[in-house]
Every structure is written in C-alpha cells, then in structure tokens.
C-alpha cells in the first residue's frame, strides 16, 4: 500500500510541478494548459472516487469495482476531452468570424473605423496632434489596422490554431491520471470497504495537494482553497456511498 500511495501523490505533484514551471507564462500558453489540467484532474480526481464509494456500499467484488472505474475514466476522459476541443474550437471560430467582421468594416466604413483607432489613443492622454499621427501610421497596413482593432477594441488575441487539441489531450490525460488515483487499492485489495478506506485517506490527500496548489497559482488562499477542493470530494464519495446503502436496504 506505501507504494500506491506514493504513486498517487506521486501523479499530482508531477501535475502541481507543471503549475509552477507555466507560472511565467500564465498569460499565454501556460493560463491554457493551467485551466486544462484544473478542469481534467478536478473531475478526474473526483467523479471516479465517487464512483467507486458508491460502488464500495453496494458489492463486495472490488473487480466490479476496478471495471466499472475503468469504463468510466475512459468514458470521462473521451467526454471531457471532447468538450475540451469543442471549446476550443468554438473560440477559433469566434475570433474567425470577428476577424472578416473587422476586415469587412475596414473596408466599408474606414473613417468611421480610424475614429475609433483616434479615440483610443485619446484615452492614453496623447496630444492631438500626436493621435493624427498615430492614427497615420497604423492604417496604412490594413493587416495591421484589423489585428489591432481585434485586441483593442474587440479585446480578442488570435487564439492557438492548435489549441482545440491541444485542450483535448491535455484535459483528457489530465482525468486518467486524476482518474487512476482513487482506483489503486481496488487493484490490490478484495475486500471493498477496505478499499474504500484506503482510497478515502489517498483520494483526499491528493486532493488538498491539488488544491493547494490549483490556488497557489490562482491568488485564492491555499489553505482554505484545498480544503475546499477536498471537502467537494468527501461530500460527492459520502453522498454517492450513503445513497448505495439506501438503496440496497430496499
């Protein structure tokens, strides 16, 4: 049992060491990856130790167990990755369809389009005749007129042309190995209220370790965030257990 339990933490420190080392980047890549793994560990820490609670009240097989978790963390994982890549899918077609909008408006209507371009540069303070200039300057590149009314005005950066997949393995990997952790003493052990035990005490530890983390790098207070992220877990494993001991005393 110490090496399953060093290998579950082992897996969420692994994803909290990823955490830190984008904390520089939070603002371009890293905030992507950052929100891929919150989203995939969070559900995959939790639903599959869910699961298993509730199937731990009911049967004795812990193999049923093992299976069902299983099927679920690959159902989990192709569902969450898929929501993942439509995400962001969705967001490269939203900046696409922005993108001819803006280029369409360049063309039509330019002057009103080089008042809107006059009137932020009036909003940094700068002089009249400083804003003319600027206004010049920029409009002479119809590429680069559209890409700055696309930031400024629309507040839109073009998106990652990758980053539907990317979302999608990464929130999908993210749940398998969230997945897994509360699976373990399943694989070792027959008796399920003795998995169920060892899982709880695994589960939630790597849950606060997540947690912490997770708030760490999102400016919430790390104690109290973990606590949080931990307590979701033992309410969603408690609610989940008590409910498949109600219904097997029907």
Same mark, same amino acid.
């Given at each position: ?27 371009? &890549? $890293? ?23 509730? #199937? &731990? ?6 193999? @049923?167990? *093992?299976?069902? $978790? ?21 967001? !490269? ?55 700055? !009314? !696309?930031?400024?005005?629309?507040? #839109? ?15 999908? !990997?993210?749940?398998?190995? $969230? ?49 949080? *992220?931990? @307590?979701? $877990? ?17």
């Amino acid at each position: 049992m110490t090496r399953v339990f060093y290998f579950a933490c082992q897996q969420i420190f692994i994803m909290a060491d990823t955490l830190i080392h984008h904390h520089d980047e939070l603002h371009s &890549s $890293g905030s992507d990856l950052l929100k891929d793994i919150v989203i995939g560990m969070s559900d995959g820490l939790t639903v599959p130790f869910a699961l298993a609670a509730g #199937l &731990s009240g009911a049967v004795d097989n812990t193999s @049923l167990i *093992v299976i069902a $978790g299983l099927a679920e963390i690959a159902a989990g994982s192709i569902a969450m990755g898929l929501g993942g890549y439509l995400a962001g899918q969705t967001e !490269m077609d939203h900046y696409k369809a922005e993108l001819r909008r803006e280029y369409d408006e360049v063309e039509r209507v330019p002057e009103r389009e080089k008042e809107e371009v006059r009137e932020f540069f009036e909003g940094l303070g700068l002089s009249t005749e400083v804003q003319a200039k600027a206004v010049e300057e920029l409009t002479r590149d119809k590429d680069n007129w559209v890409n700055f !009314m !696309m930031k400024h005005e629309l507040g #839109l950066d073009k998106p990652d042309e990758k980053r539907a997949r990317k979302s999608a393995f990464n929130i999908g !990997m993210s749940y398998i190995v $969230g997945g897994l952790v509360p699976l373990f003493p399943y694989f070792f052990l027959s008796d399920a209220f003795q998995g169920l035990k060892i899982s709880a005490v695994i589960t939630l530890i790597c849950l606060f370790i997540f947690g912490y983390f997770k708030s760490k790098m999102t400016g919430v207070p790390a104690i109290t965030g973990a606590l949080k *992220v931990m @307590l979701i $877990g033992a309410v969603a494993a408690a609610a989940a257990f008590s409910i498949a001991k109600m219904i097997e005393g029907i």
